[in-house]
């Protein structure tokens, strides 16, 4: 019996995964594994075969080509997709694994697995040491939130755990709309089971008795995937009234988004849970202390909740060795858009940019120079090829006026546009915008007709004094991070592509 | 059952679910492919609040359509990765082809989304909840043509 692992990723499966594995079961001695993807997504579907020197690699493979791979991996013989021990490839090789340590490696949906690759640890040591300890751990590791804004995990915890309440809530955002990344959903279809540990250990850190997810309904992967963990963990004593044994009460519940990009941004989210529109909350009083349904409540995002477990089961300190300066752990990077080697990347912070996108993305994938790079998401600056040098860092980033955001980096070749992607971050705003505040409802749509006339050639340097005006006011006066920070793509790309925004005439 | 006990099928299946109104909307078009008008007065009744709330928030998500759409709806991703790497191209090829962004023709209904998470594989797809990746115009007609075929055996 030959055993195989095909992802169920649902990036995997774009690339034909499903076709594969039916291809490999139609052998009635082949055993079929669908695993998470390892997030080597050039190499999908990335196939790999079990032997005695470990997991061997082999993509990306195409379904007519199963019979003639499974007759070479018989025969011991060499073949043009072999990639070798996929643990020992340089991308795997170079990372330090610790949110996505199973994903890819075991069957998301196997608690056994779960177990054997050190699931459960943490929250059974949360449980030995007891609530004060455990945010005390997490506030010693120097987790900051993985959504984008960065807050200090343990402060925002201690502030839930100090505010007296009989009922408290748990929400994990999960409303993962920056293009270019896509981490969280594969850690959703890839290790639900690390997800639902880390949310137990913060109800049970914090004194919460129900969670929420809120799950993006653009991931109908990901949403399938985790309601069925969900239901195993509850018959597995992995949630419900008496998790473990130990009397914690936790009920988790799995909400769908309905398409609006601004339910990514916290009180959105809370809003959209309560059953409303989606429109941004004026803080204070913050959610840790009036949150969901005004009650405190825990906000944090997927990779940040992802984290804790290991750091439970490991101790904090062991968390805080790695990183640099006050961005502390790894960090999971996304290399995305026009990339040679697209996928996921979690390494410690201080990496630098150029190091992630010309040494592991190979540049990219038009063969074409690199122009620009977009980090942290639509709201994220643009970084010309001359700033690649950049560390992969909190404050590094916001001192060169740019943010790391949720991890996702966006590469673009020389064929760029630069007045365009400036155009489309206003157009964006303007299109998800919640409308609640004028300077982001309006003035992403005065925005787009500044720039049009900009490079309509009408009246350049008055138009250009006006576009800086409007965009200290979008920072300004907004009430969100929505209208404040489309600004930071506008800029950036005026600073460091200034001569894409001369007037043009119409070449049609 | 005739429509109105469906939709108070679908409620009775959240009644106790905190903020349930999101939920019985994504119930609703489960089971009827979009959301009618004529349901709002019967949600703002039974879950106590007024038409204008309930109107405001199917109004609010994108998600949420008042027509019912094709066979077959097509989601093309315009976000930043994608058009890094054609998506525009695409998007021109699709509205030529098929119908512009948002509106059905014939069997299919061709709309935009912002960001997939299949952002190194682009330009991305959803072609009746199933991603599609590296899409070319020709590939794109193929998986339309492939999901027709399929919806209508």
Known sequence: ?508 | MDVADRVLAVIEAHRHDRGALLPILHGLQAEFGYIDQSVIPLLAKELNLSRADVHGVVTFYRDFRSEPPGRVTVLLCRAEACQAVGAEELVAHAERTIAKIGQTAGNVTLDQVFCLGNCALGPAAQINGRLHGRLTPHELDAAIADQTREESS
């Open chain 1, 1 to 508: 019996m030959t055993t195989v692992h095909v992802p169920r990723d649902s990036a995997a499966r774009s690339a034909g995964a499903d076709e594969v594995a039916a291809a490999f079961a139609r052998h009635p001695d082949v055993r079929v594994v669908r695993n998470g993807s390892r997030g080597m997504l050039w190499l999908e579907p990335l196939v790999e075969v079990t032997t005695d020197h470990g997991r061997v690699g082999y993509g990306p493979v195409t379904p007519d080509r199963v019979p003639e791979l499974l007759d070479a991996i018989r025969a011991g013989a060499d073949h043009d997709l072999h990639l070798g021990p996929v643990d020992d490839l340089p991308w795997m090789r170079a990372q330090n694994r610790i949110c996505l340590a199973r994903v890819g490696v075991t069957d998301p949906l196997s608690t056994t697995d779960y177990e054997n690759h050190g699931g459960i640890k943490g929250l059974r040591r949360a449980l030995d040491i007891g609530p004060e300890a455990t945010v005390a751990e997490v506030t010693e590791s120097g987790l900051r939130g993985r959504g984008g804004a960065g807050f200090p995990a343990g402060i925002k915890w201690k502030t839930v755990a100090d505010t007296p309440g009989e009922l408290k809530f748990v929400c994990c955002n999960a409303d993962e709309g920056d293009s270019g990344t896509f981490a969280d959903r594969m850690l959703l279809e890839g290790d639900p089971f690390c997800l639902i540990e880390g949310m137990t250990i913060a109800a049970h850190a914090v004194g919460a008795t129900e969670g929420y997810i809120y799950i993006r309904s653009e991931y109908p992967d990901a949403v399938t995937t985790f309601r069925r963990a969900v239901d195993i963990a509850y018959a597995h004593n992995w949630l419900g009234e008496d998790i473990l044994g130990r009397g914690l009460r936790f009920d988790l519940h799995v909400r769908v988004g309905a398409g609006a990009y601004i339910c990514g941004e916290e009180t959105s989210m809370l809003e959209s849970l309560e059953g409303k529109r989606g429109v941004v909350r004026a803080k204070p009083p913050i959610p840790a202390i009036t949150g969901l349904f005004g009650r405190p409540t825990v906000v944090n995002n997927v990779l940040t909740l992802a984290s804790v477990p290991r750091i439970l089961a490991d101790g904090g300190t062991a968390y805080h060795k790695l990183g640099v300066e006050r961005s502390r752990g790894t960090q999971v990077f996304q290399l995305a858009g026009n990339v040679k080697h697209g996928g996921v990347f979690e390494t410690d912070f201080g990496i630098s940019l150029r190091d992630l996108v010309e040494h592991h993305g190979g540049g990219t994938r038009s063969g074409r120079p690199v122009r620009a790079v977009q980090v942290g998401g639509p709201l994220g600056a643009y970084i010309p090829e001359s700033g690649l040098d950049l560390p992969m860092d909190y404050e590094k980033f916001a001192e060169a006026g740019a943010m790391l955001g949720h991890g996702g980096i966006v590469v673009f070749d020389d064929t760029v546009d630069m007045a365009a992607m400036a155009r489309f971050a206003f157009e964006f705003c303007a299109e998800e915008s919640c409308g609640k505040c004028t300077p982001c409802r309006v003035g992403a749509v005065r925005g787009v007709e500044v720039i049009d006339r900009i490079t309509g050639g009408e009246d350049p340097d008055a138009n250009m004094a006006l576009l800086n005006d409007l965009c200290d006011l979008m920072t300004d006066g907004s009430l969100c991070a929505m209208g404040g920070l489309t600004p930071n793509p506008v800029r950036s790309a005026l600073l460091h592509f200034a001569d894409d925004f001369t007037p043009r005439r119409a070449t049609s």
